[in-house]
């Protein structure tokens, strides 16, 4: 079984690449532009992959197009580059709906209080096999590739996450011996950033980080994508950790004066 899946996908990269999906790449997701020639023929690779394996679903009167499913799964591949991946096993579905949509929230007060309401949310990530985005919120973060939102990067960092068993801030590491690293690194500077939340300090990071150690890691991959150099430079241990495990170095990237990072 796993030997014909490992087959079929080898197949799939290996199929010619659409021109109006390589159009798409170059017009709509500005850090395709950044990878080597190697790497742009691997996301290609796993954006086959990733449009066999999974269905899309618009709702909310939304129409999936080919530039809704290609722009999607280029970001989500790109988590994906340089090293082994199984693209997200858990995951089924991507629904997509035209804008910001509103979900169901409870929330315990004290006294046993319960409060119900409504939420405005841009993108949900479930380990039941659904990840749920909004499309205008996605194309509003590709204006902007320096200002650390990223909608689709945070969510499928949640796959990502949830890929041990348990959303709790750490991934599957490619490194046994980065286990204890990462726990002492991530675990020491999310305890800061909560205390300064706490204490109404100004943050470097969203405060959403703060939120839970799941929250903490997928800000962090939109801030190690979106604005890496701020991000190493503020947090050294933080960005070598990160990029061990994506094993990319977007700050590198940025530097080579292609698309170099947009200054305050």
Do not use: C
């Not at 129409?63 to 790109?78: F, M, N, P």
């Not at 039941?128 to 990067?153: A, P, Y």
């Not at 949830?162 to 690194?185: H, M, Q």
């Not at 799941?214 to 933080?238: D, H």
């Amino acid at each position: 079984m796993f030997g014909f899946k490992k087959r079929r996908r080898q197949k799939l990269r290996g199929e010619p690449f659409p021109p109006e999906w390589a159009e798409i790449l170059e017009k709509n997701v500005p850090y395709y532009s950044l990878l080597s020639p190697g790497e742009k023929a691997e996301l290609r690779g796993h954006i086959q992959v990733f449009l066999h394996e999974k269905r899309f679903e618009g709702l909310g009167g939304l129409k999936i197009t080919d530039e809704i499913r290609v722009i999607i799964s280029a970001q989500a591949g790109i988590l994906l580059l340089n090293r082994e991946s199984d693209y997200y096993p858990t995951l089924k579905s991507i629904i997509v709906y035209p804008r910001e949509y509103y979900a169901e929230t409870q929330d315990d007060l004290p006294g046993g209080v319960v409060r119900e309401g409504l939420e405005g949310r841009a993108g949900e990530s479930w380990h039941r096999g659904e990840v749920v985005l909004s499309w205008h919120d996605i194309r509003q973060d590709l204006t902007d590739i320096h200002d650390g939102f990223n909608v689709v990067l945070h969510e499928f960092a949640h796959q990502l996450d949830g890929e041990s068993g348990e959303e709790d801030g750490t991934p599957v590491l490619p490194e046994r011996s980065l286990y204890s690293r990462w726990v002492e690194v991530m675990g020491r500077e999310y305890q800061k950033l909560k205390k300064d939340v706490e204490r109404r300090r100004k943050t470097f990071l969203d405060e959403y980080a703060a939120e839970h150690p799941a929250e903490f890691f997928a800000v962090l991959t939109e801030y190690f994508f979106e604005m890496p150099g701020e991000l190493k430079k503020r947090s050294p241990e933080i960005y070598e950790l990160l990029s061990r495990y994506y094993r990319q170095d977007p700050a590198t990237r940025f530097e080579s004066g292609k698309n170099p990072e947009k200054k305050e």
